[in-house]
Antibody, heavy 124, light 111 residues
Framework: QVQLQQSGPGLVKPSQTLSLTCAIS??????????WNWIRQSPSRGLEWLGR?????????DYAVSVKSRITINPDTSKNQFSLQLNSVTPEDTAVYYC??????????????WGQGTLVTVSS | QPVLTQSSSASASLGSSVKLTCTLSSGHSSYIIAWHQQQPGKAPRYLMKLEGSGSYNKGSGVPDRFSGSSSGADRYLTISNLQSEDEADYYC?????????FGGGTKLTVL
């Protein structure tokens, strides 16, 4: 059974960097049959996909156009986890952030496991 | 990129059945989708992956009461013998090679 455990601060000041980590158990961040995603949820935007990282002989990343200039998702193979960094945050980045596993070896697949969620508030 | 449309709300009585709809945008009617359930205050939970043919694969532990079907651009989630714990938001999801989208969600009320 795959489990995803999120950690990170719940309060970030405007213009600073939001940083979250997702620890994986029951699977490997280097798996050739999974990808590791970050998704956020807010009342105004609903569920919004932010990006993913995955390994297929080398590491790849895909990012949503809406955050592409501000986002970095990195794997950490030594700790079997992956992280999200979102720069230059504004109050509009206030949301519940989820890490999630995407199944399959194809170019893309369904999200089949979710982390517990972290409410991140952007406020001074 | 694809767009997913869901009704904002639905209701049905305890013990009855309900069919929720997710509609794919024009040009994307063949896409595979997934259904997720989000109970109040919890993270979403994966229910199933559903193909345009109507074939579906459920996640681990998802009760037999949950089933999927398809017709054209419409993807359906049917919940039979409704229980109080089925009161939740239901989201559909689809994806391309480098993007992922979610529907706006349907809030299901069990009467």
């Amino acid at each position: 059974q795959v489990q995803l455990q999120q950690s990170g601060p719940g309060l970030v000041k405007p213009s600073q960097t939001l940083s979250l980590t997702c620890a994986i158990s029951g699977d490997s961040v280097s798996s050739n049959s999974a990808a590791w995603n970050w998704i956020r949820q807010s009342p105004s935007r609903g569920l919004e996909w932010l990006g993913r990282t995955y390994y297929r002989s080398k590491w790849y990343n895909d990012y949503a156009v809406s955050v592409k200039s501000r986002i970095t998702i990195n794997p950490d193979t030594s700790k079997n986890q992956f992280s999200l960094q979102l720069n230059s945050v504004t109050p509009e980045d206030t949301a519940v952030y989820y890490c999630a596993r995407e199944e399959g070896i194809a170019a893309a697949g369904a999200i089949d496991y979710w982390g517990q969620g972290t409410l991140v508030t952007v406020s001074s | 990129q694809p767009v997913l449309t869901q009704s904002s709300s639905a209701s049905a009585s305890l013990g009855s059945s309900v069919k929720l709809t997710c509609t794919l945008s024009s040009g994307h009617s063949s896409y595979i989708i997934a259904w997720h359930q989000q109970q109040p205050g919890k993270a979403p939970r994966y229910l199933m992956k559903l193909e345009g043919s109507g074939s579906y694969n459920k996640g681990s532990g998802v009760p037999d009461r949950f089933s999927g079907s398809s017709s054209g651009a419409d993807r359906y989630l049917t919940i039979s013998n409704l229980q109080s714990e089925d009161e939740a938001d239901y989201y559909c999801e689809t994806w391309d090679s480098n993007t992922r989208v979610f529907g706006g969600g349907t809030k299901l009320t069990v009467l």
